[in-house]
């Protein structure tokens, strides 16, 4: 088994940069997507990504850059999706080159709109990659941490464990850890859950509601995230794993949630436009809470929190009304 190969990072973002400082530290070298020329020849002549995680330094000799999705997926093996969900599809449909022969990892922390696939199905069914073939990367992690170099870890999912261990090999390191679970559709789905929830977090954050609620806010989002895992994608899990419970617990706390970020300037006042624009970074917690909603309408979950940031995102509803009723549902 050849895995990994040429690795190629397929995003621009800091979760993207993160990925690349993280499989640069073993591999020789890389091939790097990204779709703006300019943004490629402004890292090349600084020497780090500049715009997002300037404080990490690259040897721009080990990157291949291209803004040719086909060049960069023909001189590939392994390819690692980092994106934002909202504009994979407009990335791939550029794609004229097969990669159902490729290994595919996805990065990526939600639903493909429209479809409301995890990106994992999206590539099975659209592109036809063996399910064998397709893993994914989950936290809890953050990029501004991974820069930092301090202590992470990282669970890779895949159907085939011995790919997932191989890997996983390829991205261990002095300040990042590794483990391997073959319940890929369940890790997706939390990954879009706990956003979700760390947009929650947030709204209650900037509503001023203090420690004590927040605390009975996550102890509430472990159980509707496991009544959901057990619903859409039933096998035997223990949701109190890293990639669960740990992800969704840094992801509503931490200040280099975005997600969090984002729900604080919602509970403040904010509407969804004048907090996208001040933050310049997607959320992608936005676009995944109407997938969930809408994946819900035929599975039947209670999902009460999930609704609740339904109604305050897309219904208008006032964030004071609306958590004040998620209160009263609680234990």
């Known amino acids: 088994m050849k895995l990994p190969g040429k690795i190629a990072i ?4 800091s979760w993207a940069t993160a990925i690349a400082k993280i499989v640069l530290a073993q591999a020789e070298s890389i091939n790097w997507y990204m779709r703006r020329d300019d943004r490629i020849e402004e890292f090349k002549r600084l ?5 997002y995680l300037t404080s990490v330094r ?3 000799k080990n990157i291949n850059f291209s803004s040719d999705i086909n060049k960069i997926v023909k001189e590939s093996d392994t390819l690692i999706f980092v994106t934002p969900s909202p504009y994979l599809k407009s990335h791939l449909k550029k794609l004229k080159t097969k990669i159902k022969d490729k290994f595919i990892v996805t990065a990526i922390k939600g639903i493909v709109p429209d479809e409301n696939l995890i990106v994992s199905d999206y590539f099975h069914q659209v592109y036809g990659v063996p399910e064998e073939n397709i893993a994914v990367i989950a936290g809890p992690c953050h990029a501004e941490e991974v820069a930092l170099e301090r202590l992470s870890y990282l669970t890779i999912g ?3 464990i011995d790919k997932a261990k191989i890997f996983a090999r390829q991205l261990a390191g002095h300040y990042i850890k590794t483990s391997v679970s073959p319940d890929v559709a369940g890790i997706e789905y939390a990954s879009v859950l706990k956003n979700i929830y760390a947009i929650a977090a947030g709204i209650c954050s900037g ?5 004590n609620f927040q605390a009975v806010l996550i102890s509430n989002a472990i159980q509707e995230m496991n009544r959901f895992l057990n619903t859409v994608h039933p096998v035997e899990r223990s949701i109190d794993d890293s990639a669960y419970l740990g ?4 992801t509503s706390y931490s200040n280099f949630s975005r997600n969090r970020v984002f729900g604080t300037m919602i509970g403040k006042g904010y509407s969804v436009k004048s907090a996208q624009i001040e933050m310049e970074m997607i959320a992608e917690g936005y ?4 997938c969930i909603k809408e994946l819900n309408k035929h599975l ?11 109604n305050i995102l897309y219904e208008r509803i006032s964030p004071m009304i609306e958590i004040k009723l998620l209160t009263d549902s609680f234990r």
């Open 58 to 60: 690259f040897e721009i």
């Open 207 to 211: 509503l001023k509601y203090g420690d």
């Open 300 to 310: 039947h979950v209670n999902m009460p929190i999930v609704d609740a940031v339904y």
């Open 47 to 51: 020497g780090h990504n500049p715009a």
């Open 247 to 250: 992800d969704l617990l840094v």
């Open 10 to 13: 397929m995003g621009g973002g």
């Open 287 to 290: 676009y995944g809470t109407k």
């Open 158 to 160: 895949c159907k085939d």
